[in-house]
């Protein structure tokens, strides 16, 4: 009776074996080449090194050349409502620093170009930077903060962008409504600085929950995006010092906690209907990078290969215990016939 | 999430905030049947509020025809159709108008928007109208169902249309406020106007998608939400030509058929209106049940009231204003002696008018109606302001004027 039990069960966990094996296996080797990998996420981080000459807003400076970039996943933002994004899957990110000026440079596929903003059904594609207002104080929810946790974050959109570079080209506006003035645009004598025409392309704001985003000091941060090839890449720049309290003072050999969102303007992404990152750690490296360097610390391809060895071990553990420490059930009496 | 009486729909329902209670509730009665679609009350508010770039496409005031005509286009099929994909064949009313400030219409049994809505994408179940169906506010104008070849009789016309005229219905459950991630949109403690803060908005259009009404409009040059202010620096008595006191918006002092009634009811905490029948509105919308709301089955507690078109067959109107109809046509079609000095009083005064009192007359004549007699009295309907005074009286019979050959000077 017994090795009829034992026989049966072998067999049956022998095709299983197999199967699990290959399972962890492709697993493994389908979060490689795409380069997800969740699980790791937080403790990857975006090293930001010191170069001679200044990057400038260029998203195509030779300089990011000699930067590799960090692979960051996005997910759809579900925390609160409205939830929604998750089609753009991520984002590549690199990191320099010049003359007390930090400058990012993000890039992210989209392959459709939404730069206005004109039509009630048009959305623009944006991306963003969250980081901790008070720097070495506890992390805040990476989800817009919390109230004893503020987060800066400087938002770069493409309708802005565009509209600031048709400035000076002449606008149909002026020749249509020449008498009109800032009393007709209440938003804009409100004070509202995305109303305001002329403004920078990249919003400084804080935040410290859900719906509580306000614009923090102007003219503190800079940007530039470009579309090519169904990329998308933004340099953001920003002087080490802090302008008010909202935001941090960045300093060569000290670390950040960062984070990242895009928009997909063609999804009518806006607000929360976001692709969220959650927090990395952004070094401010007091070195200059070697050439090539890598962006990000954990990024290499030997980090990949780890992933794989390091999952295929769990995998085998798994089963190990699987095999041995549970306790097979009691043949029913189904079974025994 | 909160639980609120609507007592449109006879119930309570689900809502996003705490009901508040507004000192003082905006609101209008509409009646459709003296609309001529002028269109004057859209070109007062356009000539005061929206005539900036950014603002073309923008109409706060409207008046469409229906069935076919809708600024934005279909507008209220669309969202009809939303709610009925959501409940398939369960939008419907239990019971018939009764008189009861807490269910007049008996009780709707179907889905609101913000009960239909999934509450993480959508608080309030909507559809984001694209430009072009904003650009032809008004479309299909004029265009019957049919041109009969023996002509129409009431009680229904065979062919019909009529004109729709809109404004924000600065509803007591606004769907824009609650679909606001922002809280940009606020509804005043004062006069219970809905409006878009333009400082915090950001121009994200939660609440063009959400407003059932479509009434909160995208601007481009400003990228933030606009959205009818009920006038309120008139409503305030900002305006030099009342003095300090309280003045109606621009498209109702403007309505050339007067066909509107505006004014500031007192309303309950929970959002059913304090008993008042000297209050014109009151008495329209509560004690002769007149005046219905617009798709009171959205659920937003709508408020501004209409006296539903008399020829119109009463399954549309069902569709649109509620269970109510049948009664407010009956009603508005052989008045009372009250109601019809009240009608009067439409467009009498550009100042709110807070009290109103009939003075009865003398008999002045016998009408027909459907095979009845309806005598007809020359009793006068008095307005009040908010202290008593008089504002303005009229009688119901029109004075005529002659004016003598020798002198005319025109």
């Known amino acids: ?337 | 999430m909160a639980q609120v009486h609507n007592w449109q729909l006879g119930r309570d329902m689900r809502y996003r905030f705490e009901p508040g209670k507004p000192e003082r509730q905006f609101a209008a009665v509409f009646n459709i049947n003296r609309c001529i679609a002028c269109q004057t009350c859209t070109m007062a508010c356009k000539s005061t509020w929206t005539h900036s770039p950014g603002q073309e496409l923008m109409w706060w005031n409207n008046v469409e025809t229906k069935p076919y005509g809708g600024y934005p286009d279909h507008w209220d099929v669309k969202t009809l159709a939303l709610l009925d994909e959501a409940n398939p064949g369960g939008q419907v009313w239990d019971g018939d108008p009764v008189e009861n400030v807490r269910a007049p219409y008996g009780r709707f049994d179907g889905q609101t928007v913000f009960e239909a809505a999934d509450g993480l994408t959508q608080e309030a179940v909507g559809y984001l109208p694209e430009e072009r169906e904003w650009k032809a506010p008004n479309r299909f104008e004029d265009h019957a169902t049919k041109f009969p070849a023996a002509g129409v009789s009431l009680p229904e016309h065979d062919g019909w249309f009529f004109y729709l005229a809109r404004i924000c219905n600065h509803c007591t459950y606004p769907a824009c406020l609650a679909a606001c991630p922002r809280n940009a949109i606020y509804k005043r403690p004062k006069d219970g106007i809905v409006l878009v803060d333009q400082e915090r908005c950001r121009g994200y259009r939660k609440c063009v998608e959400a407003c059932p009404y479509k009434k909160t409009m995208y601007r481009p040059t400003t990228r933030t939400t606009e959205k009818c202010i009920g006038c309120y620096p008139r409503v305030e008595g900002e305006d030099p030509l009342t003095q300090g006191l309280p003045m109606e918006p621009r498209c109702m002092a403007a309505c050339v058929g007067k066909i509107r009634m505006h004014g500031l009811v007192n309303v309950e905490a929970d959002g059913t209106w304090t008993n008042d029948p000297t209050h014109p509105l009151y008495y329209l919308v509560h004690e002769e049940q007149v005046a219905l709301p617009l798709y009171p089955q959205f659920g937003t507690q709508p408020n501004i009231y209409y006296i539903p078109p008399r020829w119109v067959p009463r399954d549309y109107l069902r569709q649109m204003f509620g269970p109510g109809v049948d009664q407010a046509i009956e009603r508005y079609t052989r008045p009372s002696r009250t109601l019809l000095a009240l009608l009067q009083l439409f467009r009498a005064s550009q100042r709110i008018i807070y009290s109103f009192d009939v003075e009865e007359g003398p008999k002045v004549g016998e009408l027909v109606v459907g095979g009845e007699v309806i005598e007809m009295f020359n009793d006068t309907a008095v307005g009040f302001d908010e202290s008593g005074g008089e504002i303005v009286r009229v009688d119901v019979e029109e004075p005529i004027f002659e004016r003598p050959g020798k002198l005319n000077s025109i």
């Open chain 1, 1 to 337: 009776m017994l090795s009829y039990r034992r026989s049966r069960a072998l067999g049956w966990l022998s095709t299983r074996r197999i199967v699990f094996f290959a399972f962890v296996m492709l697993t493994a080797l389908v979060l490689r080449v795409m380069d997800v990998n969740p699980a790791v996420a937080q403790s990857r981080s975006v090293t930001a090194w010191k170069v001679a000459e200044s990057p400038g807003l260029d998203p195509d400076s030779p300089i990011w050349d000699e930067i590799t970039a960090l692979t960051i996943p996005l997910t759809a933002q579900q925390v609160t409502a409205p939830v929604g994004g998750g089609t753009v899957p991520s984002v590549r990110v690199s990191a320099a620093h010049h003359d007390q000026t930090l400058y990012v440079n993000i890039e992210w596929t989209d392959t459709t170009l939404d730069d206005g903003s004109g039509a009630p059904e048009e959305f623009a594609d944006a991306v963003a930077i969250q980081i901790p207002a008070e720097h070495g104080a506890a992390v805040p929810a990476v989800c817009m903060g919390q109230a004893d946790g503020a987060v800066n974050i400087w938002q770069w959109r493409a309708d802005r962008q565009h509209g600031l570079d048709q400035l000076g080209k002449g606008s149909d506006f002026v020749d249509l409504y020449p008498n009109t003035d800032e009393l007709f645009y209440p938003a804009q004598r409100a004070g509202n600085a995305l109303a305001t025409p002329g403004a920078e392309v990249v919003q400084n704001l804080v935040a410290s929950g859900f719906g509580t985003l306000e614009p923090a000091s102007l003219g503190v941060v800079a940007g530039q995006g470009r579309h090519l090839d169904s990329q998308w890449r933004a340099v953001f720049a920003r002087p080490f010092p802090a302008q008010d309290d909202f935001q941090p003072t960045f300093k060569a050999g000290v670390e950040f906690d960062v984070a990242f969102a895009v928009w997909d303007g063609r999804r009518a992404d806006r607000d929360g209907q976001k692709s969220v990152s959650s927090f990395v750690r952004l070094k401010v490296s007091d070195k200059t990078a070697a050439q090539p360097t890598t962006g990000g610390s954990e990024g290499g391809s030997s980090t990949g290969w780890l992933i794989v060895l390091t999952a295929a071990i769990l995998g085998f553990g798994a089963y190990a215990v699987f095999i041995f420490l549970i306790p097979k059930p009691a043949p029913s009496k189904e079974d025994a016939v």
